[in-house]
């Protein structure tokens, strides 16, 4: 007997790396447009951390760096697990901040993650609030404001998705990354 096939529709084979993938994703077989949230506050958190988003090097319940993040969150022990250099270098209000967007990003259910445009707009809203608190600081206000993610209109209003503003975000974080020769 002849085999009639259905083609009209595209299955494609994600391919992403463990540690920033949406733990969903391995329930449902789908990704959105909070996936690529729940990925970025991966990346976030590797950032404030200085940690990879996975390690096998690390004891068991902290290879997940996710995990890891949220549940020193939950225990009142994040400056333990922060990157010395972030935390001598920055503000603890701001990092607190910053931790909490994370824990936002990383949120198990993909509906309660903010869209990355509200992850955008709060990220804005930090880098208004920066300001030098004291002539100890390694980094001059140069290169602080070179360091600092700008938000064009794909992010601000712009009819482009949360995942353009995700890459445009991504981009510049990975350029001030490189730039610094970390």
């Known amino acids: 007997m002849p085999c009639i096939m259905d083609h009209t529709q595209l299955t494609t084979l994600v391919q992403g790396t463990l540690g920033y993938l949406d733990p969903k994703y391995f329930q449902s077989s789908q990704l959105t447009e909070k996936s690529d949230v729940y990925s970025f506050g991966v990346l976030l958190a590797e950032l404030l951390t200085g940690k990879k988003a996975l390690s096998f090097d690390r004891p068991e319940e902290e290879r997940n760096l996710a995990m890891h993040f949220v549940l020193s969150m939950k225990e009142n022990r994040l400056f333990e697990i922060l990157d010395p250099r972030v935390v001598n270098g920055g503000n603890v209000e701001q990092l607190m901040e910053v931790a909490m967007l994370v824990k936002r990003c990383l949120r198990l259910k993909g509906e309660e993650r903010p869209t990355m445009k509200e992850v955008a707009i709060e990220l804005e809203g930090l880098k208004a ?44 974080v990975n350029l001030s990354v490189l730039d610094d020769g970390r």
């Open 129 to 172: 609030m920066e300001q030098p608190s004291c002539d100890k600081c390694n980094m001059g206000l140069e290169e602080t404001e070179h360091s600092l993610i700008k938000l064009d209109d794909t992010c601000l209003g712009g009819a482009n998705s949360d995942s353009a503003c995700y890459d445009s975000v991504k981009s510049q």
